[in-house]
């Protein structure tokens, strides 16, 4: 295959006046729609879906992955300036942004995210370019077992991302693990902790569990020390935007590594964003010279998760338009657009809509493009949304994070939910324990409980069945690794710090 | 306190019923779908919910109402006034659901009307990459040596109803595996990782179409157009009943049958549009033929089935 015709080919469709509009229509939305807490893409997609159907198929799905990559991009705006994610993918980046920008750093921290997002989206569009059929082949061979194991490495490795205690960080971990088996079992059908409530079979929605953990605890927390419009006007200015050399230096090796963990993520059918950029957060963290600095601002917290979770959404395409898989919800939605215009993506429709296929890729560049463009200028005006009195800004916020917690499934319930995690939320603020643990193990309990329970069905309730899988056995060795050195570090560290005590009161 | 607000709701509203179906309807309708957007299901409820706004002249809403295998959507409608102006889309899962949530907050016989059925295809039993065999004879004899896995695409769905039903009718052993969702349960196929998956030809002649997964039997009496070399469980010998997977429209219980008759009829001159009908064919589907009665019957006898079978192979939980 020539790949410059096909890229001729795909610019030349994705240029056309029409999808060109479709692709600002989309982007443009899925920046309003990241800033928003609350209101997330599936949120967004699910409301603007019927209009596809009037759409040349093409031109809607240009704009429905401009609202899916776009809202990646402005989710990290609210995480840093408020220390409110605008989606769970970006929930990590609150854990370095809010500080940075309560050190006065808030430009810059917008302006290097839009650049960590650009170098992610780019990595992950030149994987889904050159590698797409290749990948979706190895996809199909990584069975529940790998999986499983992967998950479990993801969780071994993640659990100590925050900066504070980490019994407390594993403490919330599980209970966002046990508050992922809330719901009916997926393998035997038992109802567990549902108490007889119908909405709760389908377990805690995702969105208001983050939502109320986050946006509803951080406004009650803030209620309370209102300060309004204590922003340094400084701030916005360009000067103070640019970043220093030491601030570029720390930031390559982030943005390399954020990618890779990335694009991994993003082409796993199933994992996503979200997993991405947790994961990308605590390989940097692990990875650090001095990892006391995340948590307190470091800039490598925010380069690393966000070029990750905008790498795995452009890799998040891989298995959904070569295997005609979807990944998730957002992007079964997607190919509904297509499917509804009579196209049904699979591995031949790279040969029957190369117009489509090619148009999509390249659609997606000129996206990112026109989000880099349009973001910043736009960072100053969100840093003065910071001068907005709270006692307006936070109702609205509220506002919104209900309707967005209320529309992914039209039901009420999920409303009381994020009231019920936004008190749970604040007292786990005064408590001092961590939050994103808590998402990171919501996140990854029902990845790993479902592939564990369907690779054991797999194997015939054979455990060392299991083991036999050499990719399995290589990363569950790796993580017994991994949980090994943890421990001894952590009691290499303690026995440290006891003798320098003794030394001190000696 | 919310049923008590639904209870008051009910009974405010039910004075103003009785009248006037036969300018049905002269404002908004809702058709709830019980599943997420994007799917099988929600593309077909939406592209109904079109034509219906031409024939009514109102604007017909569809609000995704997911959950609990479309349960959540249903006692949603058990709730709302029989008045036709909340209907709803479902599928078979509509009798094959209740079976398996016995513990659901209404009478899915009596809290339910069925008001029309809209279309149906067969069951279509798809083999994965690890299967060898390419006809249905030669996969029962290739799972006798081979104990096979049986994917579904999750607890009390339709294609979890037909495995139990194959699996215990052939008398073969083998495992089923629950996925969450069709797509999960196909790339399990195309990998290898799992060997069977029995659902609607809707949700996977795609993949057919894609040569990634082989079609190896229709689950039922006859053989599918589409794929006339497939063939069907009777033939092999296997005792099955002549099923299908269909979709169709819900009311609340109580509706008045005019109205009911009413609904149905226009889903009816829907049927008869041949645009619409093009588009159930992409979608390997057939339009139904079923009138209301024999679709009320039908829906009665389906869900007697599938709840005794739920008790022979010990799926439900009790």
Known sequence: ?506 | MKTFAFAALALGMLAGVAHGQENFPNRPVTLVIPYGPGGSTDLLGRQLAAELQKIWGQPVVVENRTGAGSMIGTAYLAQSQPDGYTLLFNTAAHVTAPAIYTDLPFDPETDITPVAMLSYSPFLMVAGSGVKSERLEDLLVEAEDRPMFVATAGLGSSSHFAAELFVGQSGLDMDIVHYSGGGEALTDLMGGHSDLYISSTASSMAAVAGQQVKPIGILGIGRYDSLPETQSTAEVGIETPDIRIWQGIFGPGGMPRELVEKINADITKVLENEEFLGMLSANYTMAATATLDEFQAMVAEEMDFWRKLAKEREITKD
């Open chain 1, 1 to 506: 295959m020539d790949m410059f015709a096909n890229l001729a080919l795909g610019l030349e469709t994705a240029l056309s006046p029409t999808n060109l509009l479709y692709c600002f229509v989309g982007v443009t939305l899925g920046t309003i729609i990241g800033v928003i807490p609350g209101i997330g893409t599936l949120a967004a997609i699910s409301m603007l879906f019927p209009i596809t159907f009037h759409l040349d198929p093409i031109a809607a799905i240009i704009m429905l992955a401009g609202i899916w990559y776009g809202t990646t991009y402005g989710g990290s705006t609210a995480a840093i300036l408020l220390n409110i994610p605008g989606a769970p993918a970006n929930a990590v980046t609150a854990l370095d942004g809010y500080p940075m920008a309560r050190q006065g750093r808030g430009g810059l921290a917008l302006l290097m995210t839009t650049v960590a997002s650009f170098i992610g989206g780019s990595f992950g569009i030149i994987i889904l370019t050159l590698f797409s059929p290749v990948i979706a082949g190895y996809a199909l061979q990584v069975s529940s077992a790998e999986y499983f194991a992967l998950m479990l490495l993801g969780l071994v490795a993640a659990s100590t991302i925050s900066d504070s205690s980490a019994l407390k960080g594993l403490a919330m971990v599980v209970l966002g693990l046990l508050l992922s088996t809330v719901g009916m079992d997926a393998q035997s059908g038992a109802a567990r902790f549902t108490f007889g409530n119908l909405a709760l079979l389908d377990g805690l929605s995702i969105v208001a569990l983050a939502m109320g953990i986050f946006g509803v605890a951080e406004i009650i927390a803030s209620v309370r020390k209102i300060n309004v419009g204590d922003i340094d006007r400084k701030t916005i200015s360009w000067s103070a935007m640019l970043p220093s050399r030491d601030d570029v230096r720390r930031s390559w090796m982030p943005l390399v590594r954020g990618s890779s963990v990335g694009s991994f993520f993003g082409a796993l059918p199933g994992t996503g964003p979200s997993v991405a950029a947790f994961m990308a957060y605590a390989l940097e963290k692990r990875s650090a010279k001095e990892p006391e600095r995340f948590g307190n601002g470091a800039i490598e917290g925010i380069m690393a998760p966000e070029s990750a979770n905008n790498a795995a959404d452009q890799t998040a395409f891989i298995p959904t338009l070569s295997l005609g898989i979807p990944g998730s919800a957002t992007m079964a939605l997607m190919l509904g657009a297509l499917m509804i215009h009579g196209i049904n993506p699979g591995p031949n429709l790279i040969i029957e809509q190369p117009a489509l296929f090619w148009g999509l890729i390249m659609s997606f560049w000129i996206g990112n493009v026109l989000l880099v463009i349009m973001n910043l200028p736009l960072i100053g005006l969100w840093v003065r949304l910071l001068t907005v009195p709270y006692h307006l800004m936070y109702p609205s916020i509220l506002m919104f994070i209900c309707i967005g917690a209320y529309s992914v499934r039209y039901n009420a319930f999920d409303v009381f939910v994020v009231l019920g995690f936004g008190l749970l939320g604040y007292l786990m603020r005064v408590f001092a324990l961590p939050a994103a643990p808590l998402l990171l193990g919501f996140v990854l309990g029902p990845l790993l409980e479902q592939h564990f329970r369907r690779a054991m069905v797999l194997a015939r309730g054979d455990f060392t069945a299991m083991l036999e899988r050499p990719v399995t056995a290589t990363v569950l060795s790796l993580t017994g690794l991994l949980l090994v050195w943890s421990v001894w570090s952590g009691w290499r560290k303690y026995r440290a710090r006891v003798r320098a005590q003794q030394a001190i009161e000696a």
